[in-house]
Structure formats: C-alpha cells, structure tokens
C-alpha cells in the first residue's frame, strides 16, 4: 500500500494514512490543496492516525498540541481546510482523526480551526456555507482582529442594503 507519509515515518504504525484512502489535490477558488477521501468513512470511525514534527511556535499548517507545542505535518493534516460545521475532528493528544459524518469518496474533509488552536496563524474570513457559519475565524482565545470587524461589517451593511433595495 502506499503510503502518505515519506518511508521513516510510516515504518512506525499501520494506522498511518495510504494513497488508497485518501489524496491531496487543488480545492479551488484560492483555498489552496486540501485534503480529499477515496473511499466512505462512517460517522465515529477513526480515519488515520497522523504524525509531524513538533515545533513551539505557530506556522500556516501547525496544529496546536499545547499551549507551547504545534504539530507541523506538511504531508496530511496540515492540508485540512476549515469548515463551522466540519466532517472530521482531530484529537491532539492521541494524534487521531475521527469522522464526525458520514463522508463519501471524494469529499473534501475540514475541521473546525478553532477546535484546536488558541490563536490561528492568520485569522481570515468564511465562506463555508454552513447554516452557523461564523463568517470570520478566528482562534478560540482570539478576539476578532481589526480586519475582521471591518469585514463583519462590511457584510452586515451589505445586507442591509440588499433589504432595502428589497422593500424600496
Ligand atoms: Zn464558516
């Protein structure tokens, strides 16, 4: 089977993710590669156990396994994109990722960012279309940033307008 992770890593464990079960490929708009599923995983079921260097400071791809540790795993979950209403969740302490869904082959996974980090690389704007989504990311001991109250605002004059022009 071929394996995701280059050979002196995966040597370690049999969990670790193959080519069978899952790609990288171009997401589209300017999202970047993502992270994509070849086959149906179940709600609950353990996709992959994953693996990277461990770094104390945050870079674009690290997730947080401390408050002073970041997993940086340039081959596999580091290619997650965001989603609010995600499909997948990562267990930090275990290095696991679990379905959180019912995923299909070829379903791009997300995880919610703010699940594991404090404070994000970047904070940036959402699109996820996702019934809750919270429009602007931002980490879980973050408060939204200038750029992102400018945009929240942006959006909500927006949509006033769209309602008055509605009822004009
Ligand atoms: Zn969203």
């Known amino acids: 089977m071929q394996q995701i992770y280059p050979l002196e890593i995966h040597e370690e464990s049999s969990d670790y993710p193959t080519r069978q079960d899952f790609f990288v490929s171009k997401a589209g708009d300017e999202k970047g590669f993502g992270l994509f599923t070849r086959r149906l995983f179940q709600k609950g079921e353990q996709m ?57 082959p070829g379903e791009a996974l997300t995880m919610d960012y703010a699940s594991t980090e404090d404070v994000l690389y970047r904070q940036f704007a959402c699109a996820c279309k996702a019934r809750k989504c919270r429009q602007w990311i931002t980490g879980r001991l973050e408060t939204i940033n200038r750029e992102g109250r400018d945009y929240l605002n942006s959006l909500s004059s927006r949509c006033t307008l769209v309602f008055a022009h509605e009822h004009a």
């Open 48 to 104: 992959a156990r994953f693996t990277g260097e461990v770094l104390n400071e945050i870079k674009l791809h690290t997730l947080q396994i401390s408050p002073s540790k970041h997993l940086y795993d340039p081959h596999f979950v580091g290619y997650l994109l965001h989603s609010c209403d995600p499909n997948v969740e990562l267990n930090m302490k275990t290095l696991t990722m679990r379905a959180l869904k019912d995923i299909a």
